[in-house]
C-alpha cells in the first residue's frame, strides 16, 4: 500500500493559522449588532485559545511523520465554523455573518446557523485537546518565538483589513445591484455601461467634485443627475445634448448662475440649485416641461417674487443657503448670537405667493 505523507512546516502552520484567525474574528467583528458582546467575546476566548493550541504543538504538528495535517486542517475548520455560523440582530432583522459578509444570506443560513456554531464549538475542544495531547507526549522542542510574534502581530491587525474587504465587496455587491436599475454612483463605471444609464447619483461623502463632470455628457439615455452636496460652481453648457435629462439636482453646491442654455432641456421637470444665485433667466418662466423649481440662496427672498412670472410650475422650494460657519470653534452664546442676527426666510411672502399662485411647497 502506497502512503502519502503531508505535513506542514512551522512557517506554512504559522502562516495558515493567522489568515484562519484573522478571517474568522474578522468575519465576526464586521457585524455588532445586539449581540456584539457575543462576537467580541468568542474572538478573544477562541482567538486566543487557538493561538495557545498551535503554537504549543507547533514542533510536533511540523514532524512529517506524524501526518498531522488532517488535524490542522480539522482544527482551523471548526475555529471557522464557531464564528462564520454565528448570527446577529438588530431591529429590523437578523442574519447569519456567513451571510452577511459573503452575500448569501438566506433562511436556512439563519435556521442551521446555531447547532453548526455548537457542534464546531465541541468539535474545537477536542481536537484542541487531541493535539496537546499528542504534543505532551512527543515532547518535541523548538523554537516557536519568531513564529509566535509576528503571527500575533498579524492577527492583531489583519482581521480590520478583512473587515474593510468586507465591506468593500459588499459595497461592490450593492453598487453592482442598484447598477441593474439603471442608477450609478460612479461615473468611471458609468462610463463603461452609458447606454443603460438612467440615473447618475454621486455620493458627497464618497467623492468631492469641484466641477460639472463633462463626462456626463456621454450618457445620452440620463434621466436623473444628482451631484448634491458636492462643490460645483458652474453648469457647463450643453446640457440640452442630453434629450431624456428629467431632473437636475445641484443643491447644496457653489452655483452663482443659471445658463440660459438650460431651458432647451426639452424634457426637465425638476431643477434643483444651490449656490449664490442672484436672478433667475426669463426662459426658464415659460418652460412648459418644468413642474418644480428648488432654489438654495442668500438672495432666496428676493428671488421669491419671480415665482409669480412663471407659466407651469406647479411646486416649489426656496430657501437660504447659509455661510459656511465652523459652530464646533464657537461657544454656546456666539451661537445663539449668530442665529438671532442671521437672515431668516420669509415665510410670510412665500404663503403669500403660494396663496396667489397656487404653486405648493415641495420636499
Keep these: 500500500m502506497l502512503t502519502v505523507v503531508l505535513n506542514m512546516n512551522k512557517t506554512t502552520q504559522t502562516i495558515l493559522l493567522t489568515l484562519v484567525v484573522s478571517i474568522g474574528i474578522g468575519a465576526r467583528l464586521s457585524i455588532l449588532g445586539w449581540l456584539f458582546f457575543v462576537g467580541i467575546g468568542s474572538a478573544l476566548f477562541f482567538g486566543i485559545g487557538h493561538l495557545i493550541v498551535h503554537f504549543y504543538s507547533m514542533n510536533y504538528l511540523a ?30 432583522r437578523s442574519y447569519s455573518v456567513l ?6 444570506e438566506s433562511e436556512i443560513l439563519n435556521s442551521i446557523g446555531f447547532p453548526i456554531v455548537g457542534v464546531s464549538i465541541i468539535s474545537f475542544i477536542f481536537i484542541s485537546f487531541i493535539i496537546v495531547k499528542k ?51 460612479s461615473i468611471k463605471r458609468a462610463l463603461k455601461n452609458s447606454e443603460s444609464v438612467e440615473i447618475i447619483k454621486i455620493n458627497p ?11 456626463i455628457m456621454e ?30 439636482n445641484l443643491l447644496d453646491n457653489n452655483i452663482t448662475e443659471i445658463p440660459v442654455s438650460i431651458c432647451a432641456c426639452k424634457n426637465l421637470k425638476e431643477l434643483r440649485i444651490g449656490g449664490d444665485i442672484k436672478e433667475l433667466p426669463d426662459c426658464l418662466k415659460t418652460m412648459t416641461s418644468l413642474k418644480h423649481l428648488s432654489i438654495q440662496s442668500p438672495y432666496s427672498n428676493e428671488l421669491l417674487d419671480e415665482l409669480r412670472e412663471f407659466e407651469n410650475i406647479e411646486t416649489a422650494h426656496f430657501y437660504l443657503k447659509s455661510d459656511d460657519v465652523d459652530f464646533s470653534s464657537m461657544t ?12 431668516k426666510f420669509d415665510k410670510e411672502k412665500w404663503e403669500q405667493i403660494k396663496k396667489e399662485t397656487g404653486i405648493k411647497h415641495k420636499y
Aim: hydrophobic share 40%; net charge negative.
Design 63 to 92: 514532524k512529517s511523520e506524524n501526518k498531522s495535517s488532517l488535524l490542522i486542517i480539522l482544527s482551523h475548520l471548526s475555529f471557522l465554523g464557531i464564528f462564520l455560523f454565528q448570527s446577529d440582530f438588530d431591529d429590523s
Design 99 to 104: 451571510g452577511h459578509t459573503f452575500g448569501v
Design 135 to 185: 504534543a505532551k507526549r512527543n515532547k518535541v522542542s523548538g523554537n516557536n518565538v519568531k513564529f509566535l510574534i509576528p503571527s500575533i502581530i498579524a492577527s492583531l491587525i489583519l482581521p480590520f483589513v478583512f473587515i474593510n474587504i468586507f465591506y468593500a465587496n459588499k459595497d461592490l455587491q450593492r453598487t453592482k445591484e442598484l447598477e441593474t436599475t439603471g442608477e450609478f454612483n
Design 205 to 215: 461623502y464618497q467623492t468631492r467634485l469641484t466641477s460639472f463632470p463633462l463626462e
Design 219 to 248: 450618457l445620452s439615455n440620463v434621466k436623473i443627475i444628482d451631484l448634491n452636496g458636492q462643490q460645483i460652481s458652474t453648469i457647463p453648457e450643453g446640457l440640452d445634448k442630453l434629450a431624456s435629462l428629467e431632473i437636475l
Design 332 to 343: 454656546d452664546e456666539e451661537t445663539k448670537e449668530y442665529f438671532k442676527n442671521s437672515k
